[in-house]
């Protein structure tokens, strides 16, 4: 266990519904990224928060998905009109950024669009 | 972002040493080499990373040539738990500062450990 919780672990839709997966980060730590990791594939970069602010964006992150850390604790990651293509692992990270750059890993959030 | 090159898989077995390459030739100076490794369907787990002296903990040891253009990671004495997908990623230092370390995941190699 890294101390970083993500939920639900799971979750099927339908296309063409929205759904969000929620972030728990270590509590002292000010950075939260957000990942993509499809079957095979290494996980890939979606987006980073600095506290609450939202400093990066990947050109995979589509207007349909939208992330936010409201209080610089927990995050939100929603995607909105799911497509099949979406299907995938999403995975979450801290990291301190002031004591150290090791990033800590949740367990992921699993997503299938049937 | 420098990119890393590493073999797609490898076996070893149980109780021996195994020793994991990866190519870095164009790494810049303020560039650490990062170790993660991800056991399936878990997130990635840290290991190890460097700058240009080898580094030990707990898990492994990383040992990086002197032109900085490649690294090893060595598990002293594998066990059946070590077989993952292990990533090896170089990223700048920007401790403190508001800009992102994001990793960059390439193929990673895929170690089987076998008994």
């Known amino acids: 266990d890294t101390g970083v919780s993500q939920n639900p672990r799971h979750k099927i839709t339908k296309r063409g519904q929205n759904v969000t997966f929620r972030c728990d980060p270590i509590?002292?730590?000010?950075?939260?990224?957000?990942?993509?990791?499809?079957?095979?594939?290494?996980?890939?970069?979606?987006?980073?928060?600095?506290?609450?602010?939202?400093?990066?964006?990947?050109?995979?992150?589509?207007?349909?998905?939208?992330?936010?850390?409201p209080k610089g604790s927990f995050s939100t990651l929603e995607i909105q009109r799911t497509e099949q293509g979406d299907s995938a692992m999403y995975l979450c990270a801290s990291e301190s950024g002031t004591s150290s750059l090791e990033q800590y890993f949740g367990p992921g959030t699993r997503l299938t669009v049937t | 972002d420098a990119k890393t090159t590493q073999p797609p898989s490898m076996d070893c077995a149980e109780g021996r040493a195994a020793n994991l390459p990866?190519?870095?030739?164009?790494?810049?100076?303020?560039?650490?080499?990062?170790?993660?490794?991800?056991i399936?369907?878990?997130?990635?787990?840290?290991?190890?990373?460097?700058?240009?002296n080898n580094e030990t903990n707990e898990m492994a040891?990383?040992?990086?040539?002197?032109?900085?253009?490649?690294?090893?990671?060595?598990?002293?004495?594998?066990?059946?738990?070590?077989?993952?997908?292990?990533?090896?990623?170089?990223?700048?230092?920007?401790?403190?500062?508001?800009?992102?370390?994001?990793?960059?995941?390439?193929?990673?190699?895929?170690?089987?450990?076998?008994p």
């Open chain 2, 40 to 52: 399936h369907s878990q997130g990635p787990q840290y290991i190890i990373h460097g700058l240009k």
């Open chain 2, 22 to 38: 990866c190519n870095h030739s164009t790494i810049s100076g303020n560039e650490y080499v990062y170790w993660y490794r991800q």
């Open chain 2, 61 to 114: 040891s990383l040992i990086i040539t002197e032109d900085r253009k490649s690294s090893t990671l060595i598990l002293p004495h594998a066990t059946l738990r070590d077989t993952a997908v292990y990533y090896c990623i170089v990223r700048p230092s920007r401790l403190g500062r508001a800009a992102g370390n994001k990793l960059t995941f390439g193929g990673g190699t895929r170690v089987l450990v076998k």
């Open chain 1, 27 to 69: 509590s002292e730590h000010n950075r939260l990224y957000w990942y993509r990791q499809t079957l095979g594939q290494g996980p890939e970069f979606l987006t980073y928060f600095q506290n609450e602010a939202q400093l990066e964006k990947s050109r995979l992150l589509s207007d349909r998905f939208s992330a936010e850390r």
